[in-house]
T-cell receptor, first 114, second 113 residues
Framework: EAQVTQNPRYLITVTGKKLTVTCSQNMNHEYMSWYRQDPGLGLRQIYYSMNVEVTDKGDVPEGYKVSRKEKRNFPLILESPSPNQTSLYFC?????????????FGPGTRLTVT | GNSVTQMEGPVTLSEEAFLTINCTYT??????LFWYVQYPGEGLQLLLK?????DKGSNKGFEATYRKETTSFHLEKGSVQVSDSAVYFCALRGNTGGFKTIFGAGTRLFVKA
């Protein structure tokens, strides 16, 4: 089944404890991105990647890191999480760059930082 | 920069009522427009899309027409069902900012039996 998977689905952690949220897609998509969803704000892009070893900042990159060593994987790293990073996170992929391509979303990771 | 504005919710309708969710956009160039739907506890999934002016996207009884003259992409359905209860996001994807997708804030729809 074609899908985007994320792990973990739920995570409660404390301020400053490094964490990684994994994202993997099995559709051979070139483009991958991370979003956070907050009430009333819709989805805001954190980072995106147009291909392996090519990543760039989105609208809200502060406090996050990513890497794209393999085409299928795009982990999101929070080196020192803070309470303002409490949010619902989505990984997404699309076949390629270009305006016509829709995005396929993972199921989401709900992160709480205390 | 590019932006999307959609009507605030929640929208509450009775089953079989007509649905309209308004969406307007600001963009340079020739973006594609999308409607995504998010059911409780799930990620977003594509509902429909239109890639150029005057295109109509349709799926599952939902429709939206890409209107360049009014910069709008309103979502409509003639007869909603309880199972349509979800959050609906209007979005555009342009050729700036690394082909970033810009989302509206989302509109929550409740359909009562």
């Amino acid at each position: 089944e074609a899908q985007v998977t994320q792990n973990p689905r739920y995570l409660i952690t404390v301020t400053g404890k490094k964490l990684t949220v994994t994202c993997s897609q099995n559709m051979n998509h070139e483009y991958m991105s991370w979003y956070r969803q907050d009430p009333g704000l819709g989805l805001r892009q954190i980072y995106y990647s147009m291909n392996v070893e090519v990543t760039d900042k989105g609208d809200v990159p502060e406090g996050y890191k990513v890497s794209r060593k393999e085409k299928r994987n795009f982990p999101l790293i929070l080196e020192s999480p803070s309470p303002n990073q409490t949010s619902l996170y989505f990984c997404a992929s699309s076949l390629s760059i270009g305006t016509d391509y829709e995005q396929y979303f993972g199921p989401g990771t709900r992160l709480t930082v205390t | 920069g590019n932006s999307v504005t959609q009507m605030e919710g929640p929208v509450t309708l009775s089953e079989e009522a007509f649905l309209t969710i308004n969406c307007t956009y600001t963009a340079t160039g020739y973006p594609s427009l999308f409607w995504y739907v998010q059911y409780p506890g799930e990620g977003l999934q594509l509902l429909l899309k239109a890639t150029k002016a005057d295109d109509k996207g349709s799926n599952k009884g939902f429709e939206a027409t890409y209107r360049k003259e009014t910069t709008s992409f309103h979502l409509e359905k003639g007869s909603v069902q309880v199972s349509d209860s979800a959050v609906y996001f209007c979005a555009l994807r342009g050729n700036t900012g690394g082909f970033k997708t810009i989302f509206g804030a989302g509109t929550r729809l409740f359909v009562k039996a």
